[in-house]
């Protein structure tokens, strides 16, 4: 059975660093073909996807946020990790991290809510 | 970037109904799209893979189809568990992958 669940701050100021944690339980990350994904929704809005991290190490970042984006995984531990940095008030949402392999994003966490405000 | 245009962006439907839903790329995503639910205060939800399979545990109520640029998710006899909002995704050779705005079912 495949489980994710994020944890974030909560709350943060503009300009800071937005670190996010993904611990999933059923599958590897060391794995042929898995992956964890980020994913995000402001409120009452869309979907945007940010990046992808698979076994092998490669990443997948959206272009759109520029450089602002790190994701890394810690295989041992079985957690995933965003950072996005010079966060502002539209990095509020909800981040989601999703298993993504062969059939998309196939289970997601419950999602992190994140409100950037000073 | 591709571009998924999703139509229409609300529809009011009934119980029993056939439902069709369409997403539109900017440009020929081959079959490398997913469809997603999403229901009030719930993280998205696989429907679709790859254009037209249904992820485990999915009912056959719900159907996909399409290539290139146009795909079309079509609930056959709508549900009042299936109010809710859907999402096309497109996962082309090259990110960002992309969703649609998303169609949201309304009841009559």
């Known amino acids: 059975q495949v489980t994710l669940k994020e944890s974030g701050p909560g709350i943060l100021q503009p300009s800071h660093t937005l670190s996010l944690t993904c611990s999933f339980s059923g599958f590897s990350l060391s794995t042929y073909g898995m992956g964890v994904s980020w994913i995000r929704q402001p409120s009452g809005k869309g979907l945007e996807w940010l990046a992808s991290?698979?076994?092998?190490?490669?990443?997948y970042n959206n272009p759109s946020l520029k450089s602002r984006l790190t994701v890394s995984k810690d295989t041992s531990n079985n957690q995933a990790f965003l950072k996005v940095t010079s966060v502002d008030t539209a990095d509020t949402a909800t981040y989601y991290c999703?298993?993504?392999?062969?059939?998309?994003?196939?289970?997601w966490g419950q999602g992190v809510m994140v409100t950037v405000s000073s | 970037e591709t571009v998924m245009t999703q139509s229409p962006t609300s529809m009011s439907t009934s119980i029993g109904e056939r439902v069709t839903l369409n997403c539109k790329a900017s440009q020929s995503v081959g079959i490398n799209v997913d469809w997603y639910q999403q229901t009030p205060g719930q993280s998205p939800k696989l429907l679709i893979y790859?254009?037209?399979n249904r992820h485990t545990g999915v009912p056959d109520r719900f159907t996909g189809s399409g290539f290139g640029r146009d795909f079309t998710l079509t609930i056959s006899n709508m549900e009042a568990e299936d109010l809710a909002v859907y999402y096309c995704?497109?996962?082309?050779?090259?990110?960002?992958?992309?969703f649609g705005g998303g169609t949201k079912l309304e009841l009559k």
């Open positions: 790859g254009a037209s």
């Open positions: 995704l497109q996962y082309g050779s090259i990110p960002p992958w992309t």
């Open positions: 991290i698979w076994w092998n190490g490669n990443t």
């Open positions: 999703a298993h993504t392999g062969l059939t998309g994003f196939d289970y």
